[in-house]
């Protein structure tokens, strides 16, 4: 089992999108028991809430449905996982700042696994959420590649299948 935690600010756009499009994408490749996939965000200013409607519809429009409540980033969750996925710089100084440091060699920003690394683009400021989901999609797909390469004997996963 391969735990996955993706980050974000507030845990109710960015991150909860990323988590129902990554739980999508391994159940496709038929790895859903090999993944503990769940998203957190940095601070506690959306603690409770939902997903935000606006990223509620544009997975939706995609075929996504699911759930999510917002809860806050603890130390002992970094140290418990095997990834940290965070969308933006940001994310990544706040991540290292609550573990002192530690576990850096598990913490990502998601989009360093694609042909083009950068920040997911944060639809809060730019309200453009077909944008992040876009770059979510493209991170996720570089990640779960990375992991097949990775982990393969662990998944028993045989790409020619
Ligand atoms: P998220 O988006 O980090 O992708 O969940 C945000 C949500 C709330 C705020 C900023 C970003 N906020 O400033 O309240």
Not at 34 to 41: H, L, P
Request: proline share 3%; with cysteine.
């Amino acid at each position: 089992m391969i735990s996955v935690i993706f980050v974000c600010l507030g845990n109710i756009c960015r991150s909860p999108m990323a988590e129902l499009i990554f739980k999508k994408m391994t159940a496709e490749r038929g790895l859903a028991l090999s993944f503990d996939i769940t998203s957190r965000g940095t601070s506690d200013e959306e603690e409770g809430n939902g997903i935000y409607p606006p990223a509620k519809k544009m997975l939706r429009e995609h075929g996504i449905v699911g759930e999510h409540t917002a809860r806050q980033l603890t130390k002992r969750e970094v140290i418990n996982a095997d990834y940290v996925l965070v969308m933006d710089s940001s994310n990544l100084f706040d991540v290292l700042r609550l573990t002192g440091g530690a576990c850096s060699d598990k913490v990502y920003k998601l989009c360093s696994f694609t042909s083009r690394p950068r920040d997911v683009a944060d639809p809060w400021f730019t309200r453009d959420f077909s944008r992040a989901y876009a770059d979510i999609c493209d991170g996720c797909e570089g990640f779960l590649n990375y992991i097949l390469s990775a982990h393969a004997d662990m998944l028993g996963y045989d790409s020619r299948h």
